[in-house]
């Protein structure tokens, strides 16, 4: 990203330099027009620096997806080789109980991928490829499209991202952190309920949330609580029809 901001400073430099000229004393036309082809010049460095910003962004989104497949993969590698364990030992008890668990994980895995947010969905499925310093673990029980319920999608989208973001920010790293984010439809709106259990910074996770919630004053409703081992947080978000 540094080498995209060295051409854009530049780029602007001559930008603000040939417009400055031009405004600040009455010239010959020779010279008007070395000030605004300069001036030129800087909007074509802008713009092709954008660009190039641009397709930086989406290569390393490409690579965080490439990188989420292969931590996929490598589970399914994983859960495939505990299965013909089980088989060559013949223990088909176990063998059976372990079916149960991936038939549940590829269930979750499904209801993630029909969320509704492709920008949801991709940051919950790379999530994982990012050494950081709290694991994520969704739970959902029952199909949920965020973008067919009467809400704000892309808002409540953006507040789970926040949400997660303050405890993965407020986590110690070196202990084993992990962040539980439940989905579930009440009545009147979403619920959503993020448990965290492990070490971490409290004081800076209750202010974070204060922000929150003065961020998002339209009906929702976030509740709070800290044990010994960790917090909880709940968030109501209302549908428009209630």
């Given at each position: 990203?540094?080498?995209w901001?060295?051409?854009q400073?530049?780029a ?18 020779p ?16 713009r ?10 989406e290569a ?9 497949m ?19 030992l013949?223990k088909?008890?176990k063998?059976?109980?372990y ?30 490829t990012?050494k950081?310093?709290?694991e ?10 965020l973008?067919?319920?009467p ?13 997660v973001?303050?405890f ?6 070196g202990e084993?952190?992990?962040l ?11 619920l ?6 492990g ?27 800290e044990e ?9 978000l ?5």
């Amino acid at each position: 990203m540094k080498r995209w901001s060295s051409l854009q400073r530049p780029a602007v430099a001559l930008i603000v330099a040939s417009l400055a000229g031009l405004a600040a004393v009455p010239m010959d036309w020779p010279y008007r027009v070395i000030l605004a082809l300069l001036g030129l010049l800087g909007l074509l460095g802008w713009r092709r620096s954008v660009q190039e910003q641009g397709k930086h962004r989406e290569a390393a989104e490409n690579n965080r997806l490439i990188k989420a497949m292969n931590e996929y993969r490598h589970d399914w590698m994983n859960d495939f080789q505990v299965l013909f364990g089980y088989i060559r030992l013949k223990k088909y008890d176990k063998l059976l109980d372990y079916m149960d668990k991936i038939n549940a994980d590829a269930y979750r895995e499904s209801y993630v991928s029909k969320l509704g947010l492709p920008s949801l969905i991709v940051y919950f499925y790379s999530y994982r490829t990012d050494k950081k310093a709290m694991e994520l673990e969704i739970e959902i029980e029952r199909e949920i499209v965020l973008t067919k319920l009467p809400l704000d999608s892309e808002k409540a989208g953006e507040l789970i991202r926040r949400t997660v973001e303050l405890f993965r920010e407020n986590a110690v790293e070196g202990e084993p952190n992990v962040l539980s984010l439940a989905f579930d439809l009440e009545e009147e709106g979403l619920l959503l309920d993020f448990v965290y259990t492990g070490v971490m910074d409290k004081a800076n996770l209750r202010q974070g949330l204060e922000g929150l919630r003065d961020s998002y004053p339209d009906g929702t409703q976030l509740e709070h609580n800290e044990e010994d081992e960790g917090a909880a947080v709940t968030i109501r978000l209302p549908f428009h029809n209630q």
